[in-house]
Nanobody, 127 residues
Framework: QVQLVESGGGLVQAGDSLRLSCAAS????????MGWFRQAPGKEREFVAS????????YYADSVKGRFTISRDNAKNTVYLQMNSLKPEDTAVYYC????????????????????WGQGTQVTVSS
């Protein structure tokens, strides 16, 4: 079992920055990929970013590429999502997720790749 707790959401203005954190417990953190997804009202959950178990590979949705950065600190069992130049269309509940398998080698961009989810944190960007 893996427990995930997100933090760092809030209300900001367009152009501002936020950093989300996701603290993990219950399994060897450094052995599995992590991802961030988001869900806006009335829309399906969508992939935002993922990072490999080692931290050497990262993947981003086109909509956030160049503005968001995913990183992880395996010593702290934490994954981060640095969000810069926020736009109103970034408004959503953001979820972190842990890969259901160990040491996966592909990009892990599908929600079905993940077996564990946090409770979500709200990000609201006003125009």
């Amino acid at each position: 079992q893996v427990q995930l707790v997100e933090s760092g959401g809030g209300l900001v203005q367009a152009g501002d920055s936020l950093r989300l954190s996701c603290a993990a417990s219950g399994r060897t953190f450094s052995s599995y990929a992590m991802g961030w997804f988001r869900q806006a009202p009335g829309k399906e959950r969508e992939f935002v970013a993922s990072i490999s178990w080692s931290g050497s590979s990262t993947y981003y949705a086109d909509s956030v590429k160049g503005r968001f950065t995913i990183s992880r600190d395996n010593a702290k069992n934490t994954v981060y999502l640095q969000m810069n130049s926020l736009k109103p269309e970034d408004t959503a509940v953001y979820y972190c997720a842990a890969d259901r398998t160990y040491y996966s080698r592909d990009s892990r961009v599908l929600a079905s790749d993940y077996g564990y989810w946090g409770q979500g944190t709200q990000v609201t960007v006003s125009s």
